[in-house]
């Protein structure tokens, strides 16, 4: 099951930006997968529908189901559900339309791209070999794959130079947005605080770990005999908030990891804590201050309202790019177990 879920994780890291592991190292939370085109298709998989004379399969379909529950959780997990078969089909068909629009845009290096890609996949699983064996279990080849990103690499550049530009968001959206959200940012209290990261490997071996110890118990020692802290998390964390000095500004109880928030919130305020361990690595402390229960002010959150409003509205574009090629596109649906009745 490890091994399928990295499968899943490798197929949706080379086609999204990678986020950082941690929510407290300043990068926004991700959107979902965008779904993976499917393979060509094998014997015996029926041609389900036709867009402007491309065909999808039932492994097509069988493919962006899985995309469907990987998103969403706590969704039907039955693989024969009828709402969700016709919702995967109404998504197979927008993601081909946005496909075959963006065959036009004229993308040069799709196939350098791929490359990358596919060496990210076997650095992740250790070896060209592993890769090939894993997709084999799961019933792709690597040739199989390869279609799979190249398709995904022209979505996004759909998104990106026809999409994306027609998304602008405003400071009254903003407003807008807080006031509409305002029961969920409220908290029973914020620190604020920076931190180093000293990161060691999930399967770290005792001198990997040891190594990371020193390394942050070194750390721990110049800040206490006077360094700045903000200089040495620039120099030497391993997170991505060390551009800001380790600054993760102030956040509300359950948005750290556990042990990181424990030791967060038990700390006073110029306070530097002992060394943390958490599954990402160790990390110091210094929490610089601390707010009483209330909401989370407008100026705090406003960067990751921006981003959320941001989304929102670009699923939304999206949305009317595909209904605006809709129009002009013959679109036939051969399965008829999937065709709207009511049409």
């Known amino acids: 099951m490890k091994r399928k879920q990295q499968l899943w994780g490798f197929i949706a890291a080379v086609v999204l930006a990678a986020a950082c592991l941690l929510p407290f190292c300043g990068e926004a939370e991700q959107p979902k997968a965008k779904p993976a085109a499917k393979p060509a298709p094998a014997q015996n998989d029926p041609a389900i529908a036709v867009v402007n004379g491309s065909k999808l399969y039932q492994s097509d379909l069988k493919w962006q189901m899985e995309n469907i529950k990987r998103g969403n959780p706590g969704a039907d997990q039955s693989s024969d559900d009828p709402q969700m078969r016709k919702m995967a ?29 596919i060496a990210s996949g076997v650095k992740q699983f250790g070896s060209q070999e592993k890769l090939n ?14 279609k799979i990103l190249r398709k995904n690499i022209l979505i996004q550049a759909e998104v990106e130079k026809r999409i994306a530009p027609q998304v602008k968001v405003t400071e009254a959206d903003i407003a807008a947005y807080y006031e509409a959200n305002k029961d ?29 110890l020193d390394k942050i118990q070194a750390l721990r020692a110049e800040i206490a ?60 402390i210094l929490v610089y201050g ?19 409003v941001q989304q929102r509205k670009l699923y939304e574009a999206m949305k009317a790019q595909i209904e605006k090629l809709q129009k002009t596109a ?12 009511d049409k």
């Open 89 to 117: 089909l109404q998504e197979l068909i927008g993601f081909e339309l946005l496909y075959q629009d963006s065959l036009s845009l004229g993308i040069k290096d799709v196939d350098k791209q791929v490359d990358d890609m």
């Open 133 to 146: 064996e894993q997709l084999a279990k799961d019933g792709l080849t690597l040739e199989q794959v390869r």
């Open 184 to 212: 969920r940012l409220k908290h029973d209290g914020l620190v604020g605080a920076r931190h180093i990261l000293v990161k060691f490997p999930p399967n770290a071996t005792e001198e990997q770990k040891k190594a990371a």
């Open 225 to 284: 005999g006077g360094k700045d802290f903000a200089e040495v998390a620039q120099a030497n964390s391993d997170c991505p908030s060390k551009a800001k000095g380790g600054d993760l500004g102030y956040f509300p109880k359950g948005t750290m990891v556990p042990e990181f928030e424990k030791a967060a919130f038990s700390l006073k305020e110029g306070e530097l804590s002992q060394v943390v361990e958490t599954p990402y690595g160790y990390h110091l």
């Open 290 to 308: 601390k707010k009483p229960a209330g909401t989370v002010p407008l100026a705090d959150v406003r960067g990751q309202l921006e981003k959320d």
């Open 330 to 341: 013959k679109v036939q649906i051969l399965d008829k177990t999937l065709a709207d009745k």
